[in-house]
């Protein structure tokens, strides 16, 4: 199955501030997703990306508050603009590699906004 | 669109009992089930999964699960707990078709008793 690299691992940010996460993936894949897990729930499908075209977002989720690149098939970073202490997380991104093989996460990036 | 069902966000055994964490799936067509387990602090991992091959799925560290199409049931056993195995248990489903994206139930944390 792939490695997945993502970092930062955690970080401690300042409301208003913006953080990028990155996300790096040891082969190529065609679609990448970015989940939310915020304290205590399960995990939410922030957004789909697709290398060379347009992020698809979920409902609830917006393109201005959470901005993607998908710059390569190896690589994509996710944005939390604006930040407040509700997107107070863990960030994580996975890949897929044929859906008969799993999927396979990052170890996720645990976002405390104070 | 498909979605997941898991009953009971919270089991407890006793150490050497039997586990059984359920899972109840909704979706239009064929579906493709996944067990993954979160330890505290660290991401997912994936247990084990069914993609419409046998119904009786074996996994990681001893746990099993049967695809019964009948009950739209993915329930996950394991026939004598361990201490290690307490964790966040999360059911999946996707499908080959369409944006194969993962939904997820809720989660249940399994709680061993010594």
């Known amino acids: 199955s792939a490695v997945i690299s993502q970092k930062p691992s955690r970080d401690i940010c300042q409301r208003g501030t913006s953080l990028t996460i990155q996300c790096q993936v040891d082969?190529?894949?065609?679609?990448m997703f970015w989940y939310r897990q915020q304290p205590g729930q399960s995990l939410t499908l922030i957004a789909t990306?697709?290398?060379?075209?347009?992020?698809?977002?979920e409902s609830g989720f917006v393109i201005d508050k959470f901005p993607i690149s998908r710059p390569n098939l190896t690589f994509s970073t996710l944005t939390v603009s604006n930040m407040s202490p509700e997107d107070s997380s863990i960030y994580l991104c996975?890949?897929?590699?044929?859906?008969?093989?799993?999927?396979?996460f990052g170890s996720g990036t645990r976002l405390t906004v104070v | 669109a498909q979605s997941v069902t898991q009953l009971g966000s919270h089991v407890s055994v006793s150490e050497g009992a039997l586990v059984l964490l359920r899972c109840n799936y909704s979706s239009s067509v064929p579906p493709y089930l996944f067990w993954y387990v979160q330890y505290p602090n660290q991401g997912l991992q994936l247990l084990l999964k069914?993609?419409?091959?046998?119904?009786l799925v074996k996994g990681i560290n001893g746990f099993e699960a049967e695809f019964k199409k009948s009950e739209t049931s993915f329930h996950l056993t394991k026939p004598s707990a361990h201490m290690s195995d307490a964790a966040e248990y999360f059911c999946a489903v996707t499908t080959s078709q369409g944006a194969q994206k993962l939904v997820f139930g809720q989660g249940t944390r399994l709680t061993i008793n010594p």
């Open positions: 990306a697709n290398q060379g075209s347009e992020a698809t977002y």
């Open positions: 082969s190529q894949v065609t679609m």
């Open positions: 069914y993609t419409s091959a046998a119904t």
């Open positions: 996975s890949v897929e590699r044929g859906s008969t093989n799993g999927y396979t």
